[in-house]
């Protein structure tokens, strides 16, 4: 299984970046889907996640409102579209694969990660 991040980068506070994640090796549209990020001496934690079919989505409270997840299952292609982008959203953000429907479930597959900066 692999899930190649990319789309991260250096923006200012109040930009926005599109993060997408193409999958292989695994049945895209049989997998739950996420973002994780870690910050630089943080924990991970959950970003955002979606069900198989996109109907349903999941948000970190504090990007509830500026963050969009959304998939392709023909491209078999994971994106997250981030709005409003703040300081402290600066983080690696990995893509993940697998898992239940709970913002914190533990996924089955990760990525490696892309790294975002956001300047104030």
């Known amino acids: 299984v692999q899930l190649q991040a990319y789309g991260g980068g250096l923006v200012q506070a109040g930009g926005s970046l599109r993060l997408s994640c193409a999958a292989s090796?695994?049945?895209?549209?049989?997998?739950?889907m996420a973002w994780f990020r870690q910050a630089p001496g943080k924990e991970r934690e959950a970003v955002a996640r979606?069900?198989?079919?996109?109907?349903?989505?999941y948000y970190l409270d504090s990007v509830r409102g500026r963050f969009l997840i959304s998939r392709d299952n023909v491209k078999d292609t994971l994106y997250l579209q981030m709005n409003s982008l703040k300081p402290e959203d600066t983080a690696v953000y990995y893509c993940?694969?697998?898992?239940?429907?709970?913002?914190?479930?533990?996924?089955?597959?990760w990525g490696q990660g892309t790294l975002v900066t956001v300047s104030s």
């Open positions: 979606i069900s198989r079919s996109g109907s349903l989505r």
């Open positions: 090796g695994l049945t895209f549209v049989n997998n739950v």
């Open positions: 993940t694969a697998g898992g239940g429907l709970g913002l914190t479930s533990t996924p089955e597959y």
